[in-house]
């Protein structure tokens, strides 16, 4: 008999590719828009139970179920918050029917309204985002991928003024000797510039994308619904971390970018012999960080609300990333759109990385497209 347990929400990110995941059919006969237009009269869609997460420190096991939310990232932005609020909060009654005794925000439902507050006040259970994980996992990322690639110097946030962006600026800034604050709006830079001062990093902020071209190390979290970062954007030898989802990257850079190396954020490993049942494109007993968070709480036994709304910490990301460490929970490898990096990847992109260094400019690659 389990008694731990869990429920975590996704949703489809690129409607027909993510609805033929769970029916094949119908992602094949309709079309993006007629998916995004039906979602709104979907109910929460039942996914699939999670077997044989384990903990490494005291041995409980976990039973979870996967429920997804049918709104697209598009559609919860388009609808009345209301709504959206009514849509995850009947996702998580399915997940109080089935017996879950901590939910888990995915992705978008984390980011839409209020960040989890109201959904947590409406149910009955406890609630988290997973933000927290997702923030240390991110900066864990970073580091190491500084390491491989050997250029701590400066950084940026993308996204800086955001929950998860805020607290990555504020650990990444003890780390690194400049760091480069990018948002749209000067005001909560401002204040972000002052919570990430008096530490290591001398502290600067732009409000445009090109604002990172100096940057040998960038962390990207916005909840942009397009692409934002793009290869003329990216200095030779970058590591880009992109946490976003839907990504903030475009594709284009994995075509042409030969000499920087994108990462996905978020991706752990979990401890025991886990089966999801169910694909949401990561490969076997990997998970995002965010659920990840989800099934440690329940492993410690923390049914409490955590990393609910947009005011995290750095003191709040350290602690979970204890609690995981402790559960056996870890960064996963890295990965980069969809497949793994493996270190010959990233002897050609360091090789390639000094080559262009030598006559490189922001624009260069743009040009030869016939952009600009
Ligand atoms: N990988 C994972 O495990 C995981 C887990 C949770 C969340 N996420 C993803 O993380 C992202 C951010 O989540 P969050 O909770 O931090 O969201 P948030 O608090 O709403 O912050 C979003 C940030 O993005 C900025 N932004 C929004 N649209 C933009 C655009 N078009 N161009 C440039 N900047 C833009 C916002 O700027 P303003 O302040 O000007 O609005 C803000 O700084 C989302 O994509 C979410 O899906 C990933």
Known sequence: MIDDTFAFIIHPINPRRDVSRK?????????????????????????????????EANGRELKGWFIACPFTPRRMLELPVSMVYDKIVACGRMAERLGARMLGLGAYTSVVGDAGTTIARRLDMPVTTGDSYTIAIAVEAVRKAADVMGIPLTAAVVGATGAIGSVCAQMLADDVGELILVGRRTDTLNTMREKCENRRAIVRSGTTIDSIYNADLVLTVTSALEAI????????GAVVCDVARPRDVSKQVADLRDDVLVIEGGMVEVPGPVDFHFDFGFPPKMAFACMAETMALALEGRYEDYSVGKGLTVEQ??????????????????????????DEQIARVREQAQVNLRHWTPYAIAQARGDL
């Open 23 to 55: 029916w094949p059919i119908v992602g094949k006969v309709l079309t993006e828009g007629q998916v995004n237009f039906l979602s709104a009269y979907f109910p929460p869609v039942y996914c699939s139970q999670i077997d044989g997460v384990r903990s």
């Open 229 to 236: 970062i793009h290869p003329q954007h990216l200095k030779p």
């Open 317 to 342: 990301a350290r602690a979970i990333a204890a609690i995981c460490a402790r559960h056996g929970f870890k960064l996963g490898g890295f990965r980069s759109f969809e497949r793994a990096v493996t």
